[in-house]
Nanobody, 115 residues
């Protein structure tokens, strides 16, 4: 079993910055992909950024240029640094991990950006 624990969310003013962390633990032999998604009230969950085992990065257009994805701890910790935050970035942010065909999700961390 794999566990994902997110942290770093909170309330921030527009224009501010946050760094979200996702720590993976459990039976992880390899990581095919790891990423951040978000879901705002009344909207579908959407991709924010993800990284593949090979190091390929994908960012949503809405965060490109003001977000940076990085890894540590042999790839089991994933960070998302977000700058120049906007009220429309307000959402619950979820971490996910794909390993050998199995997809796991964290419980999410709330990010609220005030105008």
């Amino acid at each position: 079993q794999v566990q994902l624990v997110e942290s770093g969310g909170g309330l921030v003013q527009a224009g501010g910055s946050l760094t979200l962390s996702c720590a993976a633990s459990g039976s992880i032999l390899s990581i095919d992909e790891m990423g951040w998604y978000r879901q705002a009230p009344g909207k579908q969950r959407e991709l924010v950024a993800r990284i593949t085992d090979g190091g390929n990065l994908n960012y949503a257009n809405s965060v490109k240029g003001r977000s940076t994805l990085s890894r540590a701890n042999r790839g089991k910790t994933l960070y998302l640094q977000m700058n120049s935050l906007k009220p429309e970035d307000t959402a619950v942010y979820y971490c996910n991990l794909l390993t050998r065909g199995a997809l796991y999700w964290g419980q999410g961390t709330q990010v609220t950006v005030s105008s």
